[in-house]
């Protein structure tokens, strides 16, 4: 069990890396303008994703593109 813990605490802590990571780029698009705009076709992302995920870098349509083609790929 003590096994269990180190690497569900690794893994906690791995997600909080790769979380900062998004929230520093999210700042990075703030101070640059394109906070809310889709990276692929610069289109507003839109609201409701914006509240669900603030640090969303594609629209809907565009993530689910991408999420197709890594699991054609994997």
Do not use: N, W
């Not at 507003?44 to 509240?51: A, D, H, N």
Request: charged fraction near 40%.
């Amino acid at each position: 069990t003590v096994e269990e813990e180190h690497m569900l605490e690794q893994r906690v802590r791995d997600r909080e890396r790769k979380l900062l990571k998004k929230i520093q780029s999210a700042l990075v698009r703030l101070d640059a303008g394109d906070f809310g705009y889709c990276k692929e076709t610069g289109d507003p992302i839109g609201l409701p994703r914006m509240l669900a995920r603030p640090t969303a870098e594609y629209s809907i349509e565009a993530q689910e593109r991408h999420e197709r083609k890594e699991k054609l790929h994997a």
